[in-house]
């Protein structure tokens, strides 16, 4: 199974930007797609943005917002989230996930998961 580390949240001002990164260890990394959710408290987890193997990506435009952008990195096997142009209601734990590619790339049915890592957006 893979094994996913989240790095890159922090605290950050509305307007700012963050980076969060996804790290992959274990099967190849090929093998897989990737995602970013978001949880917030009180509400349920949402899909942010997923991207597959040859860095086809897939947006959730009610979180994304054109805001954000998804790449990864099969080399070195990360997946990088960046969000510009961030708002309160960002604040919240960033997940990323795996499942075995599918096609079409999808938001749902990932059962893989990292510890994740908070960003929050606030003066």
């Known amino acids: 199974q893979v094994h996913l580390v989240e790095s890159g949240g922090g605290l950050v001002q509305p307007g700012g930007s963050v980076r969060v990164s996804c790290t992959a260890y274990?099967?190849?990394?090929?093998?897989?797609?990737i995602a970013w959710f978001r949880q917030v408290p009180g509400e349920e987890r949402q899909f942010i943005a997923a991207?597959?193997?040859?860095?086809?990506?897939?947006y959730n435009f009610n979180v994304a917002k054109r805001r954000f952008t998804i790449s990864r990195d099969n080399g070195k096997k990360t997946v990088d989230l960046q969000m510009n142009n961030l708002e309160p209601e960002d604040t919240g734990i960033y997940y990323c996930?795996?499942?075995?590619?599918?096609?079409?790339?999808?938001?749902?049915?990932?059962?893989?998961w990292g510890q994740g890592t908070r960003v929050t957006v606030s003066s």
């Open positions: 991207i597959d193997r040859d860095e086809s990506g897939l």
């Open positions: 996930a795996a499942k075995l590619g599918t096609t079409p790339l999808d938001g749902s049915r990932y059962p893989y």
């Open positions: 274990g099967p190849p990394f090929t093998n897989y797609d």
